[in-house]
C-alpha cells in the first residue's frame, strides 16, 4: 500500500469504516473473487447503485491493490465535507467500462443508458460531476480530470422538432488524453476533444473537433488558444 493510499485511508478512515457494508457488497458485484477480497474499490455509504453487476460494470485493469479505487469519497468545492449523495445506475444493457485506476469524488453521477461510459486510465473528476450517457457513448482517454460541478451528457433529454423534423436526440462524446475540463464546464452531445487540452472554467462546449493542445472557453465555448499544455 503506497503513501497516497494510507493517507486516504487516514483522512477518511470514519466514512470507510461506515462504508464497509456497501464497499464488500460493490467488489464482489462487480469482480472475480480471487480479486474482489483485495478490495480495491472503496465505496462511499452516499453512494446509490442501481443495475451494476460484474456484466455491465467491466474493470480492464488486473492486479489492482487495495483502496486504488474510490468512489463517492473527497470534499465539496468549498473544501467542506456535505455529505452529498451519489449515483450510478446502469439500464437497457448500458456498459461502465474501466481502463485502469479511477477516481470519483463525493456527489458523482453516472446514468448509462443503453450505451457505454468508457473511463481511461488515471480517470479523476471531482466534486458533483455528471456523466450522462444515453443511447450513444462517451469516451475518456488517459489522464482526464475533471473540476467540481462538470457535467458530460451526450443527450438532449427530450425530443426536439424543429421544422417538422426529428433532431437527433444523442450523439457520442469523445475526450482525448490528458484533458482537463475545468469546473463548471459542460460538454454536450456530439462533442469530439483531441489530447492536451483544457475545457475552460464555466464553458459549454458544444462542438469540437478532434484537434490537440486546444483552450477551449466561453458560452459557447470556442477555440481561444492554441499550443497549449497543462500540468498539475
Keep these: 500500500m503506497n503513501e ?19 464497499t464488500v457488497i460493490f467488489n464482489f458485484k462487480v469482480l472475480p473473487v480471487k480479486s474482489a477480497i483485495k478490495m480495491p474499490f472503496i465505496v462511499s455509504y452516499n ?4 443495475g451494476v453487476t460484474r456484466d455491465n460494470f467491466i474493470v480492464e485493469k488486473k492486479n489492482l491493490s487495495t483502496a486504488s479505487m474510490r468512489i463517492g469519497f473527497g470534499d465539496s468545492a468549498n473544501g467542506c465535507r456535505e455529505s452529498k449523495k451519489g449515483l450510478i445506475r446502469i439500464v437497457n444493457g448500458g ?11 463525493q456527489g458523482v453521477v453516472l446514468l448509462v443508458n443503453n450505451s457505454s461510459l468508457v473511463l481511461g486510465d488515471h480517470f479523476r473528476c471531482n466534486y458533483s460531476t455528471t456523466l ?3 443511447d450513444e457513448n462517451i469516451v475518456f482517454g488517459n489522464d482526464v480530470v475533471l473540476g467540481w460541478n462538470v457535467t458530460v451528457k451526450n ?5 426536439v422538432i424543429q421544422n417538422g423534423r426529428q433532431k ?7 475526450i482525448g488524453n490528458h484533458v482537463w475540463l475545468c469546473s463548471y464546464s459542460t460538454v454536450l452531445k456530439g462533442v469530439n476533444v483531441g489530447n492536451h487540452c483544457v475545457v475552460g472554467y ?9 484537434e490537440n493542445h486546444i483552450l477551449y472557453a466561453g458560452v459557447p465555448a470556442k477555440p481561444m488558444r492554441k499550443e497549449i499544455n497543462w500540468i498539475e
Excluded at 443527450?155 to 425530443?159: C, L
Excluded at 464555466?202 to 478532434?210: F, H, I, M, N, R
Design 4 to 22: 497516497y493510499t494510507k493517507h486516504f485511508i487516514r483522512e477518511n478512515i470514519v466514512e470507510i469504516l461506515l462504508s464497509i457494508p456497501k
Design 47 to 50: 453512494v446509490k447503485l442501481g
Design 95 to 105: 456498459k461502465i467500462i474501466l481502463k485502469g485506476t479511477v477516481g470519483l469524488s
Design 132 to 134: 450522462d450517457c444515453t
Design 155 to 159: 443527450n438532449d433529454g427530450h425530443t
Design 168 to 174: 437527433k436526440k444523442a450523439d457520442s462524446v469523445y
Design 202 to 210: 464555466g464553458s459549454l462546449l458544444t462542438k469540437a473537433e478532434p
